[in-house]
């Protein structure tokens, strides 16, 4: 069976229309499954994380981060997307 | 997916400073050694840039791939007193440059290895290569110098010491027009680490592999979170417990990023060393994680028993999170690099007889401490022998590296700029050592056993 390799991506900034359709729409483009998504609102503050699938993703983990840094800088948000091991060492023995 | 580790991590990168602070490769030179000093010159020059050709892109790559900023990419060399003993007729300053060429060439930020290991005496090299060193240290940019003058098996070699008194003071004349910048440059160590990552100190020890990855983890800015939002009202056991399970996070990372990067550069991993190394970036600091367990200001009495408790706990939390630890690991304390401590250095609260207790009990020694200008060199040999005394006694790695401010007195500033930061100038006793510096000799390796 093929690995899969997978990433995380986080939205962190201001509440408004559009932020998962835009996103989900730039990660469709580049063949990017998504996973799992959870999303909240922390005092006013929109939150959400994504586990995202980029086993035949068409472009790299870090040129789909500089791809997102782009759309984050248009629509003032902080757009992080980080390899699933960082977490996976960080926080599991 | 639990969303409030990734969020834990992300809010550690964006708010806390976390970071890699170096991926340093080390490469030895045993192989360049060639009685014809220019041909062993360019041996060198050319192995460190096949070797090292793809570590910066490699460390960028990594750092874009995980989304961690990895700060320095750096390399050690086998210190040049071993090469250069094989051509006396040459002076060691020509490798110096060929270090700093090659080192620009490869686009790494700092070259550490200009060394010479003289704890028990001098073999040929070490002589020339030590009266070299403010030469070369003002005549390159990118390379590093240290001496390794004591060890807890062999004792304090106190030629050496005398020696490298005369030494700093003449390395930071020799740069007084760049704010004495070259002896921030140049280490004085006793129990010299032989994979320690992190500059100024670093060189690729003759005990190593032909080539070798070591990576330095930093975060005082995560500690001293940690201890804000989570410490309040909680004893030193339940503090120690909060650095321990954050040293590990950290070093994991570490040891993420040092496995790629071997994995890479087809280059064996060494260690992590898993370091908590301040920058003058404000937050990210040792002094304000002293100062967060409860000290008014870093310096009051405590300090040392808090910085023990530091430096401990990020050891066990590190040693468990990786396969392999080395280098210093520990807790750093270099006063211009980091925010907490200029601070109380300039309000007096931070004294260097406070500093040289810390040492005790810090990963390392008396590290970027600026001295008057008109500190003689009996005196700084006289700091270097009681920094050398009390790791040699310890068991530990101690170490100088203080500026001569040249031209300056006590309560003036001198600023480096970049990481090595800024900082007032400490007083120092004036009182004279110089007979004692005069003896020389040696002083003898202490009793192992009888420990009280």
Redesign the interface.
Known sequence: MEKTEKAVITVIGKDMVGILAKVTALCAEKDVNVLEVTQSILQELFVMVMLVDITRATVRVADLGDILDELGEKMDLKIHVMHEDIFNSMHKI | ???S???E??NMI?NEDLDVRTITMGISLLDCINPDGEKAAGAIYDKICRYAENLVKTGE?IS?????PIINKRISVTPIAMVAGACPAMSPVRFAKALDKAARNVGVNFIGGYSALVHKGFGPGDYALIESIPEALSETELVCSSVNVGSTKAGINMDAVKKMGRVVKETAERTADRECIGAAKLVVFCNAPEDNPFMAGAFHGPGEPDCVINVGVSGPGVVRAVIKKEGAGKDLTQIAELIKRTAF?IT??G??VAREASRRLCVPFGIVDLSLAPTPAIGDSVAYILEGMGLEQCGAHGTTAALALLNDAVKKGGVMASSSVGGLSGAFIPVTEDAGMIEAARSGCLTLQKLEAMTAVCSVGLDMICIPGDTTPEVISGIIADEAAIGMVNSKTTAVRVIPAVGKKAGEELDFGGLLGMGPIMAVNKASPREFIQRGGRIPAPLQSLKN
């Open positions: 997916m639990n969303t580790e990734i969020l991590t992300i964006d790559d874009r791939q995980y989304g961690i996070k994991r990372m040891q993420l």
